[in-house]
């Protein structure tokens, strides 16, 4: 091979190596912003369950819980501790559809989640909650709620 052959392999060899650096940088970036996105939206579930946590005494949910579950109309005030409690459960859900759709939660947790909310779906009262709720939610999340609620 003569020097200018020589030469030409390793232009081509280097163009080769800036393009898969480039390839290579550009799937750093978009992972890592996947990431921050995804501790964003995990942030912003987390406080606003601690900020319903917070507010709730438990043996009051859980009275308000076993009246509805039992059938018994609920008055204005159990039906917004009622709410206040589903609240922070569906945020912690959707956050999981968020985080399985980014790829950062598995199948298999992911399909636990799903079958603890369609549990929780069957109440008359939680169904009655989703309907003036479900416009909070993120419209693909909101799908799979109301996919639930069909069968």
């Known amino acids: 091979m003569d020097n200018q052959t020589t030469t ?4 081509i060899l280097g163009f080769a190596g800036l393009i898969a650096s480039l390839v290579f940088v550009g799937l750093e970036l978009r992972q890592s912003r ?3 996105i995804a501790d964003v939206y995990q942030q912003r579930a987390a406080m606003l369950i601690d900020v319903h946590s917070i ?8 009275d308000v819980y ?3 579950s039992s059938g018994e109309p609920l008055n204005s ?32 947790q ?5 079958n603890a909310m369609e549990a929780v779906l069957q109440r008359p009262d939680v169904k009655l909650w989703w309907q003036s709720e479900r416009s909070e939610m993120r ?4 799908d799979i709620v109301d996919e639930l609620l069909a069968k």
Do not use: C
């Not at 507010?55 to 859980?62: A, F, I, K, M, Q």
């Not at 999981?96 to 950062?104: A, D, K, S, T, V």
């Open 139 to 142: 419209k693909t999340f909101a």
């Open 55 to 62: 507010t709730l005494s438990s043996e009051l949910l859980y």
């Open 8 to 11: 030409d392999w390793l232009q």
């Open 77 to 108: 005030g159990d039906q917004i501790l009622m709410a206040t409690g589903l609240t922070p459960i569906f945020t912690y859900w959707e956050n999981n559809h968020f985080q399985y759709e980014m790829g950062l939660l598995s199948e298999e």
């Open 66 to 68: 076993n009246k509805a």
């Open 110 to 114: 992911w399909v636990s989640s799903r």
């Open 34 to 36: 996947e990431i921050a």
